[in-house]
């Protein structure tokens, strides 16, 4: 009778599709073995010889074994009434409580457009129209970006179906998933063995959390059948098993995902005989990848704020899920602190809009929801407390922050939305999301991004789009002949202080060339950038700059170039004169979303270099202002030749005149006449 309405139901749908003028077939894409495909004994037989059936309730299902239908049968009614596991993204008793209110327009219309397989590929990427043909290994993306089809094969539609079912009760929505997760399954499922794109070892992980999150939305429909319930089982457990059996999780993001999915479906399905052995493995991962991926200080090894939220997610959601399932005292307190302080190595270098910086492949996203989270999570954190409301509870933390073993430095004038805020990055190589830009920045000012990092284009496919973004010139920072710099970050000196905050950091960028940067916060108003080339390398240095799109006024005479804004924040950027430096304009390109690019203003002070020559020195006031008034700016060195450990300066900005400098041999910082 199930089926017979299915088909009643799929016909129904069909004709009004035609009724409204579409050509395209409801069903699409029905594999042979689709949702009312035959169930064949071997398949039940298979699902529970992996079933602990002594457990409390399988009684039914270990009494029906002889007859593999009626077993099925009796597991899936097993499954709606079971009580005791928790699922800490889904709660199924409040289904019928949350109709009406579960999905917003937006979410719904993902949902309507899956019904038609129109589907996620990467969320990158608009969604695909596959018409009446699904095919789970194609790539259709514009420019042979791989990640199109390895993340189209997480099922990020599969979701929003769901979403879509509890919010209208309409069995529509089931009914597209019955259908696409049996297609899926019938192309990429174990064949005996994985397809290579199907499952890659990322996306395995990921689909193993994702599809419990699938299925306890659909479980309870009439659409989700005793065939599908076994065939999804059968093969969630192979993701299980293949992500665990004789190897080790892959040792980066990729692994805390791939313990992720592994520990959900242990947790979800304790009925597997191997649900403790996975659980064994994913937490003995997760917990020895606290020391491994997370740095001493909170931030996360490679160094990129978007990968660090996830690995806030990867190792917190698991924790958390453990906890609600009688799990959570296998994790050590020393994990839970490690979690903490990456919320608040987050929180605390955010921009005051609540973006975080896109230092490495890292496109523009807020991060204030993870911050709240962060807030409930650890309560006793009044920093986390603070930042999460807005400034109403908690403490206010110091503006000026430093996350040492990560090398990024945080200067702002306050926590308000407008305020001024420069953060800088100069710190070990991360890997392959991290890019050689040591000394690079990012400014925020009065409500607007002045001064982007580059971002990340895309992953694959057009290598030189890739290539392009990772370049050391494109980042705020010197180079030598436009080459890319390496990794050797030192901080020689941090000091901050109530009218001047001061850091002092250096980086061997390149075979006989240190990089020495020092940045002055003045007044809580502008920063004064000195930067050093010390080193017998000899060759074009460039001290190279980047702006935020829109148009910029170059003033090659003055050395100075700026933003021109008719409302709102600018920034201007000034160089002291010296013989033979000359201002350049630049290429410039900024990736604010994945696989989107756009044009931006650049621009590099150059100066050539002789082996004779033991170093060189650029001074650069960045001057952020509101539009309305162009400040006039100027700067004098004093008795400070270049690559000398002690630095005085004369800075005069619209009249006001600022002495200040620092002296790495006694470790102190100065603003006139005051000790910082």
Known sequence: MMENNAVCALLLMTVALLCAGSARQAVAGEPPT??????????????????????????????????PQKA?????????????????????????????????????????DALMNILITSPKYPRHDFGDKLD???????????????????????????????????????????????????????????????????????????WTVHWMHFVDSPHYSPTLLVRQLNCLYDHADYLTRGRDF???????????????????????????????????????????????????KELCFGYHSGSIYWFNRTMFLARVNGQGKRFPPAYEKTVEKMYLALARCQHPDGHRSMFGDDPQAKVTGQVKMGAEQFPENPYLKFLA???????????????????LYSLRNSWDEDAIHLIMKCGPDGG??????????????????????????????DDEGRKWFRQTRVHQTLTLD?????????????????????VVVSNGSYENLTHRRAVFFVDRRFFVLVDDAIGQAAGDIDLNFQLIPGEAIFDKDNLSVRTNFADGANVMIKTLPQQGLTLHQEEGQVSYIYSKKEPRPALRFHLPKTAETTALRFVTLILPYKAGHTPEASAKL??????????????????EEYRLGYDLDQQRAWLENQTE
């Open 250 to 300: 892959t040792r980066n993001n990729w692994g805390l995902m791939e313990a992720q999915g592994s520990a959900h479906i242990a947790a979800i399905f304790p009925e597997f005989k191997d649900s403790d052995a996975w659980w064994d493995k994913a937490i003995e991962y997760l917990v020895a990848e606290t020391t491994k991926q997370v740095l001493p200080d909170g931030m996360h």
């Open 482 to 502: 436009g080459k890319d710099s390496a990794y050797d970050p030192k901080l020689l000196l941090w000091k901050p202080g109530e009218h001047l905050d001061a």
């Open 432 to 461: 392959w999301h991290c890019q050689p830009d040591n000394g690079t920045f990012e400014l925020y000012a009065y409500g607007r991004l002045l001064m982007p990092d580059s971002g990340c284009y895309i992953y694959h496919g």
């Open 72 to 112: 099925a049968a009796a597991l899936l009614e097993y499954y709606r009434t079971r009580e005791g596991i928790v699922h800490p993204e889904v709660d199924r008793s409040k289904r019928q409580e949350l109709r009406g209110q579960y999905a917003d327009e937006k979410q719904m219309a993902i949902a309507d």
């Open 34 to 67: 689709g949702p009312s495909g035959e169930l064949k004994a071997e398949e039940v037989n298979l699902l529970l010889s992996r079933l602990d059936l002594d457990r409390p309730g399988l009684d039914k299902v270990k009494a029906a074994t002889a007859d």
């Open 136 to 210: 789970w290994l194609t790539n259709q993306s514009p420019n042979g970006d791989l990640e199109w089809t390895w993340q189209l094969n997480r099922h990020d539609s599969w979701l929003f179906l769901g979403m879509a079912y509890w919010h209208t009760g309409d069995e529509k929505y089931p009914q597209a998933y019955a259908r696409q997760l049996a297609h899926w399954m019938a192309q990429c499922g174990w064949l005996p063995k994985p397809h290579n794109t199907a499952w890659r070892m990322i996306e395995t992980g990921i689909r193993g959390r994702a």
């Open 389 to 407: 409301s807005g400034g109403s509870e908690g403490e206010a933390p110091p503006t000026a922050f430093i996350l040492p073993d990560a090398g």
């Open 638 to 655: 004093i008795d400070s030749p270049p690559g000398s450990n002690k630095v005085s300066l004369l800075v005069t900005v619209d009249g």
